[in-house]
């Protein structure tokens, strides 16, 4: 099986990251002996290419789909709003042309060490929470006519979950702020 010729195929930015949680996950399960999770995750942390990398993880079952939501203001003027102990997926797309977006995370059941949330605001603003450990990242979205507000926690705690939050603002404002406990 050939990679098109040019060489091996390089690899994309945060494989090797899951390429090392999935080795993780797999002695956590059992499926690993100790001294085999040592030269996996070596050779995992030093490959070159996807090729290595996959050699690096065979033998172990394929990690389930990542899980994604879509959650559109269906109707004129509608709001979108998700509070309380709702589970987080690890991709979430939010669209509202004209409606209001609260998402309130900080007491949502979150599984994923990344989640990211993709915005398409149109005139309507958004007021997102995260968890008081969250670290959040700005870099992919595209401010519309408001930039986003956010003040990062100082100083962060470690091992809480990253919120990248990307898409396209409009006219309406981003209001992101961390919860107090």
Do not use: C, F, N
Request: hydrophobic letters at 35%.
């Amino acid at each position: 099986m050939g990679d098109g010729g040019g060489g091996p195929a390089p690899i994309a930015a945060g494989d090797r990251d899951t390429a090392v949680r999935r080795l993780q996950e797999a002695y956590g399960e059992g499926l690993l002996p100790d001294g085999e999770l040592d030269g996996r995750l070596q050779r995992a942390l030093t490959a070159g290419s996807r090729r290595e990398l996959a050699e690096a993880l065979a033998g172990l079952p394929e990690p389930p789909p990542p899980s994604t939501a879509t959650i559109t203001g269906a109707a004129l003027g509608g709001r979108i709003r998700r509070r309380g102990a709702w589970e987080v997926p690890r991709t979430l797309t939010v669209a509202s042309a004209l409606g209001r977006v609260r998402l309130d995370l900080s007491r949502a059941v979150i599984e994923h060490p990344v989640v990211d949330i993709d915005l398409r605001l149109g005139t309507g603003g958004a007021r997102i929470t995260v968890p008081r450990d969250a670290v959040v990242d700005l870099t992919g979205l595209l401010p519309g006519l408001r930039e986003p507000r956010y003040r990062p926690r100082r100083p962060a705690r470690p091992g809480g979950p990253t919120i990248r939050i990307t898409g396209v603002l409009g006219v309406g404002r981003l209001r992101i702020r961390h919860a107090r406990w």
